[in-house]
T-cell receptor, first 116, second 115 residues
Framework: DTGVSQDPRHKITKRGQNVTFRCDPI?????LYWYRQTLGQGPEFLTY????????KSRLLSDRFSAERPKGSFSTLEIQRTEQGDSAMYLC??????????????FGPGTRLLVL | AQSVTQLDSQVPVFEEAPVELRCNYS??????LFWYVQYPNQGLQLLLK??????LVKGINGFEAEFNKSQTSFHLRKPSVHISDTAEYFC?????????????FGKGTRLHILP
């Protein structure tokens, strides 16, 4: 078990450019979450997947954001036409969910985005 | 809607002294409670969690927390801190009855260990 990995760890881009982040969850975890953390704040929920299905999106996720999880394994988060307000740490987490109870979410190291 | 309040944004404490990081939550439903730690430039690591049962929960690195339903609190404690405990600590809550397991985090408390 190598843990949750995210790529890249850091991204600097110019306003208006598109960026894409990748998250590889712990193998066989069926749940995958995206959170955003801005400076001085705790992480905020963005969206989550159960296998390949995206089941919920936060109102924080504007139309410029899109997430996918093809085949229920890795996930990508794309931001189109980036704005300076998108600068944040983007965290991915995965868990193994069954019908009984909540399981621990394991977090990756995050991708820190800076939009100039 | 649920929310989490971490009463202290920063807590300085001398090495080997005890520490308590305070957390209060508000929710109209039953909840699960968590404490996560974030070391500089790293992701979040689970310290401990309360799901049910004993209200005193023991976690990793010598930390423990006590769930107090009447006071809606879940304070984190450690009897003797080490310089390696320097990090940001997040209290979090999740709706027990909601299958999305979405976690609501507090704003964090930065623990400064003084030599």
């Amino acid at each position: 078990d190598t843990g949750v990995s995210q790529d890249p760890r850091h991204k600097i881009t110019k306003r208006g450019q598109n960026v894409t982040f990748r998250c590889d969850p712990i193998s066989e975890h069926n749940r995958l979450y995206w959170y955003r953390q801005t400076l001085g704040q705790g992480p905020e929920f963005l969206t989550y997947f159960q296998n390949e299905a995206q089941l919920e999106k936060s109102r924080l996720l504007s139309d410029r954001f899109s997430a996918e999880r093809p085949k229920g394994s890795f996930s990508t988060l794309e931001i189109q036409r980036t704005e300076q307000g998108d600068s944040a740490m983007y965290l991915c987490a995965s868990s193994s969910r069954d019908y009984r109870r909540q399981e621990t979410q394991y977090f990756g190291p995050g991708t820190r985005l800076l939009v100039l | 809607a649920q929310s989490v309040t971490q009463l202290d944004s920063q807590v300085p404490v001398f090495e080997e002294a005890p520490v308590e990081l305070r957390c209060n939550y508000s929710s109209s439903v039953s909840v699960y409670l968590f404490w996560y730690v974030q070391y500089p430039n790293q992701g979040l690591q689970l310290l401990l969690k309360y799901l049910s049962g004993s209200t005193l929960v023991k976690g990793i690195n010598g930390f423990e927390a006590e769930f107090n339903k009447s006071q809606t609190s879940f304070h984190l404690r450690k009897p003797s801190v080490h310089i390696s405990d320097t990090a940001e600590y997040f209290c979090a809550v999740s709706d027990r009855g909601n299958r999305d397991d979405k976690i609501i985090f507090g704003k964090g408390t930065r623990l400064h260990i003084l030599p």
